[in-house]
């Protein structure tokens, strides 16, 4: 009985790790946002999406490493008590992702 419960709380607190910000899905952003822009701005915004998404990619990993310590250690995920920055890639990925809409939209290069 103690071994199930123990195996049950295991996988329990496994699935409660972060998430590596390649398994998070983008937020859904409306290209409308951007449609307005030109070209030159709408790169210039596309680049900057991309350095905030490194960013919260590179902390979120971060955040990942540390519940793979902490579930060896105390097994327990510590992003569980301190958050994670999946909210912020998944931002991210969707104003790249509307961003991107917007030049195809408006025949960018």
């Known amino acids: 009985m103690k071994?199930?419960?123990f195996l049950l709380m295991l996988i329990a607190?496994?699935?409660a790790c972060a998430?590596?910000?390649?398994?998070i899905?983008?937020?859904y952003i409306p290209h409308e946002k951007y449609i307005d822009g030109?070209?030159?701005?709408?790169?210039?915004?596309f680049l900057e999406a991309q350095v905030q998404l490194a960013k919260a990619?590179?902390?979120?990993?971060?955040?990942?490493?540390?519940?793979?310590?902490g579930m060896f250690l105390i097994l327990i995920p510590v992003?569980?008590?301190?958050g994670d920055y999946s909210a912020d890639v998944a931002k991210w990925k969707g104003e790249m992702d509307a961003i991107e809409a917007a030049r195809f939209k408006n025949k960018c290069k």
């Open 3 to 5: 071994k199930s419960l």
């Open 79 to 82: 992003s569980k008590f301190t």
């Open 19 to 23: 998430l590596r910000p390649e398994s």
């Open 25 to 27: 899905s983008a937020t």
């Open 57 to 69: 990619s590179a902390l979120q990993n971060g955040k990942a490493d540390e519940d793979t310590v």
């Open 13 to 15: 607190n496994l699935s």
């Open 38 to 45: 030109s070209c030159e701005e709408l790169d210039r915004q």
